[in-house]
């Protein structure tokens, strides 16, 4: 029994915890409004090299003109996640005022047999809250042992510093709008392959796009958390990216973001006007899938890689990068682990009693993920790499598991909370 007294305290508790969370957030708008203008500067890079060497350029600045889509309350990325991360630093005060981790098509070419004898360069594009100030821009890669490390450091001046505009090459419509943009999450669709289709096809697959990203969860139930805009324009998408025929990417990052140029855009998904099986996704970059029967699978499954940095938790020992998880340290995406530092993964939410590594269940029932456990095969490897679940949307397009799931939440929250 509780008492009246308890319930008083209880609801007392409440209010104090409701009010401590609106101050916070109250704080953190503050902290926006402080030191950012509201608008959005876009950092145009080239990152050059082969398996032996990573070089980071900023090519240009460029004044978006047009407002800041992403967070203003959670303005700090603390997540170990991504290959690359990038800190915003206030000159006067010292303060990190901005940061945000991701990954580039570059750190995928790098594990590549080619870039063994042959370098390439790669545009990335990031796109950031405009600085009312002098503000140091520090990018930073990942070494050996997957530790962040300063790689170019870039002082930016909104008043002195060299920016250019840039001519939007493609116009915006809107599919579906839940809300402001700073508290939702925005994803723009490139709709690639369209010029001598019609409106009205063109509005048929927008519109089979937008219903095949709600098909499953995360994002069906948590629908009015998004907005959607579609915008048309050829961003140079093809099949057969890094020898994988399914592989379909885009070097072309500085015109797709020239298309992009008047879309909120806190995740791309490039629709690629085709029939064939395919689709692609780096974190925090873009991903793209064609309009093959399974497309709804495919975005679903490449937006958990766009999204929460998941790794593919399938095995293809073909591919001449699948021993890029078998080394001395645990690799940072969540949904894998070498039992190097396992602790740090999904250790945690096993079932008391849990064998590692854990037999498959019989029988087995794919169109569920399964038990939760540490299942050898993954992450390309068929030995000594390990998933959660017998399936997942990142091995066999089940459900994601509960450790996936578990990351695209804590993603999608950082741009509605
Ligand atoms: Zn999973």
Known sequence: MVSVNACMKRRLCFWGVLMAITLTVGAQKGVFNRYFTGGTLRVDM??????????????????RDAAWHGSRTNLIDTLNAGQYRVIMTDKRSGNIIWQHTYSSLFAEYAHTEVAKSRAEWF????????????????????????VFIDDLVVPFNPRTSSIENRIPLGSVRLLEQHGDPAVKVDVAIVAQGYDTVSEEQLSIDFYRMREML???????????????????????????????????????????????ADAPCDYVVIMVNSSKYGGGAVYNFYATTTLHDMADLVLTHELGHAIGDLADEYVDEDLSYSDIH????????????????????WQSMLPKGTSVPSSMPQPDDRRACGPLGVYEGAGYAQHGVYRPTPHCMMRDYAPFCPVCRQRMDSMLDKYVK
């Open 214 to 260: 709600f098909s499953y969860e995360p994002f069906a139930s948590r629908r009015s958390d998004f907005n959607l805009y579609g915008v048309k324009g050829n961003v140079g998408a093809k099949d057969g990216v890094l020898g994988a025929d399914r592989y379909v990417m885009t070097k072309d990052v500085f015109r797709l973001h020239d298309v992009l």
């Open 123 to 146: 545009e990335e594009v990031l796109l950031m809250p405009m600085p009312k100030r002098e503000v140091v821009l520090t990018f930073q890669r990942r070494d050996a042992k997957l």
């Open 326 to 345: 078998l080394r001395d340290v645990e690799p940072v995406e969540p949904n894998i682990s070498n039992l190097k530092d396992f602790g740090s993964k």
């Open 46 to 63: 080239v990152r050059s090299g082969n398996s032996h060497a990573d070089t980071l350029n900023v090519v240009r600045f460029v004044d």
